[in-house]
């Protein structure tokens, strides 16, 4: 085990930052204004009055986008299948794993950072003719500017520059990975690649290739690897069923507590070196529902198991914006937990109590965080929420036409 210096103590900041609306200070142009031009203010998109990130709701037969603020309809796209989806990493774009590959939906959100706030300009949310074909389109990542698409039913990478995501198809780099599984790969600095070791039987690790695809690292030592995230320091974090495995220029396996504990899905922060995950002990459940999460910290290379007193699923986790864990129990509450301590510092009441469908493709609540406000989804009602983790005040909430499953925000 690789011995890490300790942790800098974890604070959360003192001072709420504004919530969604943005402020139009004097002083600040908005793409067409006097100055600019006519013809550069007749084809800017109009600014979006309040300012918000915009919310992509997948549901069986298509997406919905809602504006941020309000959770007001911008458009219905149809769209057939299963959906996933995933931000694009260019804070505009989303990526929806359907049944004929990755599609891409242009949200219309478009951001302008002034300083100390923010201008929003939107266009007609729509669904681009970009599709990257793939055979049983699974996990997608963003990191260091790439967006990383894997595929599970043949094992190929396809990385994008996020950046290059709109209406023309970008350029592709592929990567074949030695047999097709469920995988997942990150793009690392450099032009490096970190990417799982699998076949359609078992898992068993990851390996990290450097911008000419030579292997530099490899480790196979985390049996059912599965899910991934980042920490502070740009440290990688992947589950397994026996712990957790860390990437900091080289490969650590953490143990878990019990011979099998596994951890498949994870939340990270560029403000903690504490990753928050799943945990499960039971191998032969139908559906183990836990009521202990994970922190899995990158920096003292260890394992605390935390009691919330209520069970959760794979969509209940996400980080706040000073790096608290975010937890959303079948007891229709978002729990809050400090990483360092481990300690639940807050029960914040959303949703009515609910309980975890059998199937993993039924819908169930759902948890998507993007500045100091938590979206959370309520398939019993068709409802979506927005939450202020600030004043624990519900800010805007409504009923949809269609049962909600997936989310994602971008912009702001």
């Not at 604070?11 to 006097?34: H, Y």
């Not at 590959?101 to 002034?114: C, I, L, P, Q, S």
Request: with cysteine; glycine share 10%; hydrophobic share 40%.
């Amino acid at each position: 085990m690789t011995t890490r210096s300790s942790p800098n103590p974890f604070r959360f900041a003192a001072v709420a930052a504004p919530l969604l609306a943005v402020v139009a200070l004097a002083g600040c142009a908005s793409p067409g204004a006097a100055g600019s031009g006519d013809a550069a203010a007749e084809s800017s998109p109009p600014e979006v009055e309040l300012g918000a990130p915009r919310l992509v709701v997948a549901y069986d037969g298509g997406l919905a986008v809602l504006e941020g603020d309000t959770l007001e309809t911008a458009a219905e796209l149809p769209l057939d299948g299963f959906l996933r989806v995933n931000p694009a990493g260019d804070g505009r774009h989303v990526v929806v794993s359907a049944d004929d590959g990755f599609r891409v939906v242009d949200t219309g959100v478009t951001t302008e950072a002034h300083g100390d706030h923010a201008h929003y300009y939107g266009e007609a949310p729509r669904l681009t003719e970009v599709v990257f074909a793939a055979e049983h389109p699974g996990h997608v990542t963003t990191h260091h500017g790439i967006t990383a698409l894997f595929a599970d039913g043949t094992g190929e990478v396809q990385l994008v520059e996020a950046d290059d995501l709109g209406d023309e198809e970008p350029d592709v780099e592929r990567y074949a990975s030695a047999e097709a599984h469920h995988g997942v790969a990150v793009a690392l600095d450099d032009g490096a690649l970190l990417t799982t070791l699998g076949d359609d039987e078992s898992r068993s690790g990851a390996i990290v290739l450097d911008r000419d695809r030579a292997e530099v690292a490899r480790s196979e030592d985390c049996p059912g690897v599965h899910g991934e995230t980042v920490a502070a320091g740009d440290v990688v974090v992947l589950g397994c069923e026996d712990g957790a495995l860390v990437y900091d220029g080289a490969f650590t396996k953490l143990a878990a507590p019990d011979a099998y504990g596994r951890i498949g899905n994870q939340a990270g922060s560029p403000e903690s070196p504490i990753v928050l995950g799943d945990y499960k002990v039971d191998r032969d459940a139908e559906l183990e529902r836990p009521t202990r999460v994970s922190l899995v910290d990158t920096e003292q290379s260890t394992i605390r198991l935390v009691e919330l007193g209520t069970s959760y699923t794979f969509r209940s986790l996400a980080r706040g914006p000073h790096g608290e864990a975010l937890v959303l129990g079948t007891d229709g509450a978002v729990h809050v937990i400090d990483p360092v301590s481990g300690a639940v510092t807050a029960r914040i009441p959303v949703i009515d109590e609910w309980s975890e469908p059998l199937d993993w493709q039924q819908p169930r609540p759902a948890l998507e965080v993007r500045g100091h406000v938590a979206y959370v989804t309520d398939p019993s009602d068709s409802s979506v929420r927005a939450l202020d983790l600030e004043s624990g005040e519900i800010m805007a909430s409504v009923v949809l036409d269609h049962v909600p499953s997936e989310l994602a925000t971008v912009g702001g």
